[in-house]
């Protein structure tokens, strides 16, 4: 029988994640904790369970705080999990990654195959300090070789508050849905100002560039956005001016801001 293949169309992995915890052969389920959660489907026994599902998402919450602590500054690398090995968008994602570790960034990834496994990859070759932050999904790979630290996630939205808490910029490449997800979601943080100080870099202009006249002639001229929001965003096709505009935006900001006070932990 041939190996079974997942939404990414890659053969699926034996492994399962539930959270940090493996699982593996019949111990494995073809739903997920954010499924059980979400769905309105399900039966009505979400009365009883749903209050002690808080204390699984506090757990999740103080398992990544307690993990990331010490962390030092970060970059946050998106991009396709379909992107193979040897693609210009998976050697420019390595690239990446090794040019942040040379400049003293540990890169963040959400710990899968394709484009993340590059900048995971990259800044491992660089020496540098390589994490993962993986989610518990149907057709999941689990963690990539090249992760140094790596926690897997039942819920999406912990794992997002850990990409933005803990990184200093994103830097987009081409992606699917959970790319543009991530991007809008820091977007909307910086033009409200729940985050400051945090670039949001588009890598490759050829690839971005048509959804970056979409906002600038479809929202921005009709009103739905603030006129120079798209500003917010930076494209580029070069490693080196990406990473040039992570460097800059933290010029000015001593280590105390970077990795926080003891008042404020």
Known sequence: MAPEKNNYGRKSSSVKHRGPVQLRRARKDETTTD???????????????????VLRIQSEFVEGFGALAEVPRAVTVFGSARTEPGHP???????????????????????????????????????GYSIGLGIELPFEQGLNEWVDLGINFRYFFARKTMFVKY???????????????ELFEALTLVQTRKVTRFPIILFGTEYWSGLVDWIRGTLERSGKISEGDVN????TDSVEEA???????????????LLGTEEQW
């Open 35 to 53: 499924e059980q959660l979400l769905d309105e489907r399900g039966q009505t026994d979400w009365v009883h369970t749903d209050p002690w599902r």
């Open 167 to 181: 990184s200093q910029a994103f830097i987009c490449l081409p992606g699917g849905f959970g790319t543009l997800d």
């Open 89 to 127: 968008e998976y050697e420019a994602g390595r690239a990446l990654g090794a040019r942040l570790a040379e400049s003293g960034y540990a890169v963040i990834t959400g710990g899968g195959p394709g484009v993340m496994e590059a900048a995971n990859r990259g800044a491992s070759e660089s020496g």
């Open 232 to 235: 917010l965003l930076h494209v």
């Open 243 to 257: 990473v040039r505009i992570v460097v800059k935006s933290q010029q000015g900001v001593d280590e105390a801001e």
